[in-house]
């Protein structure tokens, strides 16, 4: 839409409603060019006239619905304007505008639909007792209540207190956030202060029926009726210790000491943690009643099922060396052998936590295969200090077969003075079950690692004397040092060329060894590096890097070949072709894979070509071609005499 009085700006028609106070503001639509000024009035007592010598406005009446626009200049602008709404209208009307709504807009008109609501009486207050202090709660804090409630005819339906036969057990909640209570309870206790008690009346759609609301109303509870309810706030802990935690964020952490770990323990970690467990007490301060289960040491296999649900859930949160204090539903510590049930059925236990160590077990292949569990810590940070990239490492390790427990390796001799093994990882020099593990290390760690046969020695020339083919194999592996890698992706183009090379190179010596895996993990490191070298300087950088990259896809059709994958292999040709066209060994190879997929014709010009580039091959070529036409003749005899088999049977 175009004006002439009209700015381009994205803004909202609103309205506003004086008939209330305050004035309430709410959100109808949104256009893309719509002037600042312009409101629909419902009414206004007074609206300026127009001055006849200055063209400024005077005071004059409106009725309602008309448009203002203040201040303004001249006589003819209130003409003017009206009109332009009048088009807007018809512009809305053929359109059908759908109003659009980010989540500001959405939170900012819930807020303004909950004032007009609280404007018409959805949640009345009115205070019992004064409390102390001027702390009030905020979104996010964790505050602990006690309340009362009563139906419309003054009968007590439900109450938390002991003076009202109620458990005396106070209600845990964090505001805005976790299991949300009631919108009317929030509400009211915004403005509260500690101990101070008030009566609140909560119409239905404030009450447990507000779509936010997920706690479940006590028995005998009408969530259709007005609900009366006597609160009383205990005490307030600040959002910046509190978080809410669990799968169904209905446990609430108190953080008493923090830590500077940063990792916490998951399943199957082994953990080792101080525990009381406490009912919540009447006062609603924690730790202030007596526990009724102490231990100072309690350890155990995260996800072994020995641990309730509650314990397990409150130690996913925290870091080796924290305090923190979790209230948590009963039914989550319940029916445990490890921690015994809380007396008096309560709905609520606090757990007073310290997380004194935990062993990191790792299932390094998700099916429980390798197993690393971590028994000494090293030094530095996972995963910023361990080897994770192919290096240059020194390790003591020893091993022993785990069904007759025969040790056949120690790297320390039998003086346990021996040099550490210096190798470099992902050549395959060591059991594949080690070199995976050792990268998740840190140096001076110690780590047990337990395998299944095909992570160690099964189908190895260098299984030891004394383990079977078959053999699960158990190792304790410690890690002295390793050579860090530097950040190659952002080395000189130079750097990334030479280490490209160095790869490449690697994988050749791991393919001569018969150690396909390593090798292929090598040429896919060497040309991932190669193919992202984007600020090449010269042409012989460019050409040099073209050299690396063509040399491993070869090297990659050559492993593909020696594994009978000859439609890989033939990928690989084809993108080493593209990438230096007439390649030799790329013709070769590619002539190999079309003679063991049948495609004789091809095969036989890839020969034609290989020798026309490279001479010294042409007696190669000439031979494979002579073995080419056998291989075709015996196939076209093997392909005639099916066609005979198969004529004969019908």
């Known amino acids: 839409m175009q004006g002439p009085l009209l700015g381009h700006m994205s803004a909202s028609i609103l309205c506003t409603f004086t008939r209330f106070q305050p004035v309430y503001r709410t959100q109808v639509c949104h256009l893309q060019h719509i002037h600042p000024c312009l409101l629909f009035v419902e009414r206004r007592p007074q609206m300026q006239s127009i001055d006849r010598d200055t063209g400024c406005c005077r005071c004059k009446n409106f009725a309602a619905g008309e448009i203002s626009r203040a ?71 964790l505050v602990y209540i006690h309340i009362s409630m009563t139906a419309p ?63 479940q109303p006590p028995k005998g509870v009408s969530i259709d009726e007005t609900m009366h309810v006597d609160i009383k706030l205990l005490e307030i802990y600040s959002k910046d210790d509190v978080r809410v935690v669990g799968v169904n964020e209905n446990i609430y952490k108190t953080i008493k000491q923090r830590s500077e770990s940063w990792e916490s323990p998951r399943e199957p970690y082994a953990v080792e943690v101080s525990c009381a467990a406490r009912v919540p007490a009447p006062s609603g ?18 996800g072994s099922g020995t641990a309730p649900s509650g314990l397990e859930e409150a130690l996913s949160s925290m870091t080796q060396g924290e305090q923190s204090v979790f209230s948590c539903p009963a039914e989550s510590i319940r029916g445990s052998s490890m921690l015994p049930d809380p007396p008096h059925q309560p709905d609520r236990v606090e757990l007073d936590l310290h997380l004194l160590k935990f062993a990191q077990v790792r299932d390094m292949t998700g099916n429980g295969e390798v197993m690393k569990r971590r028994i000494r810590e090293g030094r530095g940070q996972f995963p910023m200090d361990c080897p994770m990239a192919d290096s240059r490492l020194q390790i003591h390790y020893k091993g022993h077969a785990v069904d007759t427990g025969q040790e056949f390796v120690n790297t320390r001799g039998a003086d346990s003075n021996a040099e550490p093994l210096e190798f470099d990882s992902g050549m395959g020099i060591l059991p594949e079950a080690i070199d995976m593990t050792v990268r998740l290390m840190t140096p001076g760690e110690v780590s047990l690692i337990t395998s299944t046969s095909q992570y160690a020695y099964d189908g190895r020339p260098d299984r030891p004397p004394g383990v079977l083919e078959g053999a699960n194999v158990e190792w304790e592996v410690e890690l002295i040092s390793f050579q860090k890698q530097p950040d190659w992706e952002r080395a000189e183009p130079d750097a990334k060329i030479k280490h490209a090379g160095e790869l490449k190179d690697q994988g050749n010596m791991a393919f001569k060894a018969g150690r396909l895996k390593p090798a292929r993990s090598k040429y896919t490191k060497a040309l991932r590096l190669a193919d992202r070298i984007f600020d090449l300087e010269t042409e012989e950088q460019a050409e040099a890097a073209s050299v690396v990259k063509t040399a491993c896809l070869v090297n990659l059709a050559n492993c593909a070949q020696r594994e009978q994958q000859f439609g890989e292999a033939l990928d690989w040709c084809n993108k080493a072709l593209r990438e230096s066209h007439n390649h030799a060994k790329a013709l070769y190879r590619r002539a190999m894979a079309f003679s063991a997929l049948g495609e004789f014709d091809k095969a036989q010009e890839d020969y034609v070509k290989w020798k026309e580039v490279d001479q010294s ?22 392909q005639k005499q099916q066609f005979r088999n198969f004529f004969n049977r019908t």
Request: hydrophobic share 30%; aromatic share 6%.
């Open 71 to 141: 201040p303004c200049k001249q006589a003819l602008l209130h003409m003017a304007l009206q009109a332009y709404v009048s088009e807007i209208q018809k512009r809305i009307d053929d359109n059908d505008y759908e109003p659009q709504f980010d989540d500001k807009d959405e939170k900012k008109d819930k807020e303004l639909r909950e004032s007009e609501d609280l404007s018409h009486g959805a949640v009345l207050k009115g205070t019992v007792e004064q409390g102390a202090g001027n702390r009030h709660p905020q979104e996010g804090d």
């Open 153 to 215: 005819s003054g009968q007590l339906l439900h109450s938390t207190r002991l003076e009202e036969d109620g458990s005396g057990v106070p209600i845990a909640l964090v505001l805005g956030r976790g299991v949300r209570a009631p919108r009317g309870w929030e509400l009211g206790l915004q403005d509260m202060v500690c101990q101070q008690r008030c009566q609140l009346t909560i119409k239905p759609e404030y009450g447990y029926k507000h779509k936010d609301c997920h706690m």
């Open 617 to 638: 091959a042409t007696a190669d070529a000439d031979a494979q071609i002579a073995k080419l036409k056998l291989q075709q003749k015996a196939a076209n005899a093997k």
């Open 285 to 302: 301060r924690q730790g202030d009643s007596p526990p009724y289960f102490v231990t100072p040491a309690l350890g155990f296999i995260m």
